[in-house]
């Protein structure tokens, strides 16, 4: 009898479980799933599945377990760093299907999702109690609460609301072998290590998270968001610090630079000067008693620092618009080149105009246009290489660029990530931030959670501390890299 090879006789036990449609095999079908948002490294994975509950990604894991495959959660795929890669292929856990808020509880803001619930609809969902879910990355039309929570995502208004960490009481998690644990609770400050709190940040290597049990936070009383255009980038630089020790805390303090605000004028019309260096989007929210009083404030603070005009929204429709363009900013930016790579720094505030001088003098040295558009307020810079992904050296030229301002931001006290993550495109630079037993004792809680080394293999932690454990290495698309680096 003709005998089934291990991958097609794991497909075969998949669709017994799932059934055929919610397992996709084809070459055209895995496709769709051969990368993330970080688009220079690609690799299909051999499966992928559509489950729709703990109980079947438990029976999925331990199928892969006992077969020796490599599990790789995946969300809506737009993650910056490759985490949803599947860089030695393997099966691919996709979410998709597993969208619903499972509760809500108004009165303790309170919310049990499914981890491919978007992240957008769970802040609708409970717009009408007055209530809303804090972090806001700019993808959250699109990215799912699992990856929000894999990633410990930020957005515009964590600034002042705190990243997604500060967002996540409990979670179900189902590890490598199948298992399923569940971390934290409904209430605060548990005793005990931290475990959704290691969990969350953890880009998939530590187990698939099936639930979530997210904080809600109340509606401001009021907003008043403001436009502040600047005729330099280093007056912009120096409001923000300007509006940080006034004591000021904004919702949001973003930054966008000439080429951003041209390229969403165009697409969105809202009204940018398109001659203007750079402009600032401050947004004040709280009690209505008083925050009349703070715009001014914050808008005397604005000039003072060099901004030429302070414009306020002067309706929600004028605020939606605004942040409408600062959020789809970065899919603006393909009118000016096939390909774009958006890199994560986090630097001291302070260290902002030097920073960004810097960035423009890499960028020429390297030959590359790189557009900013970031989280001013936290120092967490988004510098955006726009370049043409069928041209190798130029890619080459980006990569490089992309180590530099990473290393940069590493020699100013700062990070290598703010919020994408390490995934499989920065595994190189962890040595900036960490030493050898930081990274070992990072491994050993890997190796707790997954001792075989089958879930998200190749991600966030370098092969160097991770010795023989990760079987499969990632290496494919690492050579990708390596190869361009
Ligand atoms: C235009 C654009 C703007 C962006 N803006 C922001 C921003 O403002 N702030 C920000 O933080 N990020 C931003 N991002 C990055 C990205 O959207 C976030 O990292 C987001 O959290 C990823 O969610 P996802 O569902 O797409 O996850 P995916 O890309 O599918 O996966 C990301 C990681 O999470 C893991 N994962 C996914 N689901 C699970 C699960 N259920 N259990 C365990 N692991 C899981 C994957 O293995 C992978 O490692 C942006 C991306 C784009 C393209």
Redesign the pocket.
């Given at each position: 009898m003709h005998e089934l090879s291990p991958m097609k006789a794991f497909i075969a036990s998949l669709e017994k479980l799932l059934g055929r449609d919610r397992v996709l095999h084809t070459p055209a079908a895995r496709m769709a799933y051969e990368c993330?948002?970080l688009t220079i490294a690609k690799h299909r994975p051999d499966v992928v599945v559509l489950p729709e509950s703990t109980q079947e990604v438990s029976a999925v894991c331990k199928l892969a377990h006992a077969t020796g495959v490599a599990v790789?959660?995946?969300?809506?795929?737009?993650?910056?760093s490759g985490?949803?890669l599947a860089a030695d292929g393997g099966v691919m856990i996709a979410?998709a299907r597993m969208n619903r808020i499972l509760a809500v509880d108004v009165p303790n803001r309170r919310a049990v999702v499914q981890?491919g619930l978007v992240n957008t609809p769970l802040s609708e969902a409970v717009r009408s109690e007055g209530l809303g879910f804090a972090p806001d990355?700019?993808?959250q039309f699109?990215?799912?609460l699992?990856?929000?929570?894999?990633?410990n995502?930020?957005?515009p208004h964590t600034l002042k609301y705190g990243v997604t960490t500060n967002h996540v009481l409990g979670l179900t998690v189902v590890r490598s072998d199948g298992s399923i644990v569940t971390l934290g609770g409904t209430a605060e400050g548990l005793p005990g290590y931290d475990l959704v709190g290691l969990f969350v940040g953890s880009?998939?290597t530590l187990?698939?998270?099936?639930e979530i049990v997210v904080k809600l936070v109340a509606l401001p009383e009021a907003v008043r968001t403001m436009l502040a255009v600047f005729d330099s980038i280093a007056h912009a630089s120096d409001a923000v610090g300007a509006l940080i020790r006034s004591g000021i805390v904004p919702a949001a303090l973003e930054m966008m630079d000439n080429l951003v605000i041209r390229a969403v004028e165009a697409a969105y019309g809202f009204g940018f000067p398109l001659d203007a260096a750079a402009v600032l989007i401050v947004e004040l929210d709280g009690l209505a008693a008083g925050l009349d009083r703070q715009a001014v404030r914050a808008s005397d603070i604005l000039k003072a620092s060099g901004a030429r005009e302070v414009r306020l929204a002067k309706d929600e429709a004028d605020r939606q618009l605004l942040w409408k363009s600062r959020k789809r900013a970065?899919?603006a930016l393909g009118r000016y080149a096939p390909a774009h790579a958006?890199q994560d720094g986090v630097i001291p505030p302070s260290k902002l105009p030097e920073v960004l001088a810097q960035i423009a003098r890499i960028a020429d040295r390297y030959r590359i246009r790189i557009a900013n558009v970031f989280h001013a307020g936290d120092g967490n810079l988004h510098p955006i290489a726009l370049f043409d992904d069928r041209d190798e050296d130029e890619i080459r030229r980006v990569i490089a660029a992309g180590g530099e301002i990473l290393r940069l931001c590493a020699s100013l006290g700062g990070s290598i990530t703010g919020?994408?993550?390490i995934?499989i495109e920065k595994l190189a630079h962890m040595e900036l931030l960490f030493g050898p037993d930081d990274l070992f004792i990072q491994d050993a809680i890997r190796r707790i959670w997954d001792p075989e080394g089958l879930m998200?293999p190749g991600?966030l932690l370098p092969q160097r501390a991770c010795g023989e454990v990760a079987r499969f290495s990632g290496a494919t698309a690492r050579a990708q890299l390596g190869g361009l680096r």
């Open positions: 993330d948002a790789v959660p995946r969300g809506a795929g737009t993650g910056l985490g949803a979410t981890p990355p700019s993808s699109a990215c799912t699992g990856g929000n929570v894999a990633e995502a930020g957005g880009e998939g187990g698939v998270a099936t970065v899919g958006t919020e994408h993550g995934g998200n991600k």
